[in-house]
């Protein structure tokens, strides 16, 4: 049979409507990999496999099918004959998250909303007073060059044209549009600030090539080098 199996999965393009109609090739399981944010059986559903699906079904028509969940970057169907489907999808990963109508809802750094379902499947990203596509580029830039920071922020907002960054130990203020060598120096501020066991309130790195420095109350503020590290 092993034989058989794989004889069939070589086979000429044209042999798949002459096994579609067996039984024996129904499908019986579908695998779905790669599922971290959408549950398993919501991928499995959006196939929309007829009762007496048959493996050798048309991988391109049921790929797009899962293309229409919403939250989906990429998408392979596979057969594993006699009768296993395997659907391997890589998530679009949620930059912010949201207030939606029935409580927070999880965002794409294209201001859409993703179908996620974030109780069941937490989403660890911050919070937007409201959707706001620069903040989200921002918030995107930052995800992509410096996930530590970036998990730091609790939440993100603009103001007069800025973004603030609330942290939980201060604040970071971001002037649009910012690379990743912004990202970085603010990184490394911090590490040095952290070195030095000094407290901070406030980083500005608003200006080119500099990181201000706002020690906490009472104490005096510095100015560090955007890529070196932080003065007293």
């Known amino acids: 049979m092993a034989v058989v199996v794989a004889a069939l999965a070589l086979s000429p393009w044209w042999v798949a409507p002459v096994l579609r109609p067996l039984r024996f090739f129904d499908v019986r399981r579908v695998e779905v990999v790669g599922s971290r944010y959408l549950a398993p059986e919501v991928v499995a559903r959006a196939l929309g496999l007829a009762e007496r699906a ?5 991988l391109g ?3 797009s099918r899962v293309r229409e969940l919403g939250g989906i970057a990429e998408v392979h169907l596979a057969r594993r004959l006699p009768g296993t489907l395997v659907v391997r999808i890589r998530e679009l990963e949620p ?3 949201a207030e939606g109508p029935d409580g927070l809802v999880a965002v794409g750094p294209d201001a859409r909303p993703l179908p996620y379902d974030v109780a069941a499947a937490p989403v660890d990203a911050p919070v937007l007073a409201r959707v ?9 830039t930052i995800q992509a060059t410096d996930l530590g920071l970036y998990a730091e922020i609790s939440s993100a907002r603009s103001r007069g044209g800025d973004v603030v960054l609330e942290l939980d130990g201060g604040r970071v203020l971001l002037a649009p549009p910012v690379d990743a060598g912004v990202v970085l120096s603010v990184s490394a501020v911090r590490r040095d600030l952290a ?7 406030e980083l500005d790195a608003r200006y080119r090539g500099w990181v201000v420095v706002r020690r906490a109350a009472g104490r005096a503020a510095g100015v560090g080098e955007g890529r070196g590290g932080a003065a007293a």
């Open 54 to 58: 048959s493996v050798f079904e048309d």
């Open 61 to 63: 028509v049921l790929e």
């Open 95 to 97: 930059v912010a998250l």
């Open 132 to 140: 706001d596509r620069s903040v989200l580029r921002v918030l995107e």
């Open 195 to 201: 070195a030095r066991s000094l407290a901070w309130r």
